[in-house]
């Protein structure tokens, strides 16, 4: 059996999976957040959301598809399990590391440009 295979068709839609919901939540959330930024300028808020949204994507796609070259040759299931953690443990924290960057860079610009 080819693990490699299976692995990288659980892991694609794992993985998407992730992206899409953190990617929904964050954009719903976001735009909550941006607007109490700028309260008065609602458009240009859902323009900075939407510009997110539209990187955050591209990031991680990008991401999951340079992990996918990078992986080793499976050859048990127990190997695939570790392989896939480890690879998912990977994207979620650079996912969290990259969510947490946009509101520090986010809330520091945006009160320099008020003042």
């Not at 990617?23 to 240009?44: E, M, Q």
């Not at 808020?45 to 510009?51: M, T, V």
């Not at 499976?74 to 969290?96: F, G, N, R």
Request: charged share 10%.
């Amino acid at each position: 059996m080819d693990y490699n295979i299976l692995g990288y068709g659980i892991f694609i839609t794992v993985i998407t999976c992730i992206i899409v919901i953190v990617g929904k939540i964050c954009y719903r959330n976001g735009n909550i957040f941006v607007a109490s930024l700028i309260p008065d300028h609602l458009d240009l808020c859902q323009q900075i959301n939407k510009s997110l949204l539209v990187s955050y994507y591209l990031v991680n796609i990008g991401y999951a598809a340079i992990t996918l070259v990078g992986w080793e040759t499976v050859v048990s299931s127990q190997q695939l399990i570790e392989v896939m953690a480890i690879k998912i443990a990977t994207i979620v924290c650079i996912l969290s590391m990259l969510h947490y960057l946009n509101i520090y860079l986010l809330t520091n610009t945006i009160h320099k440009l008020i003042k």
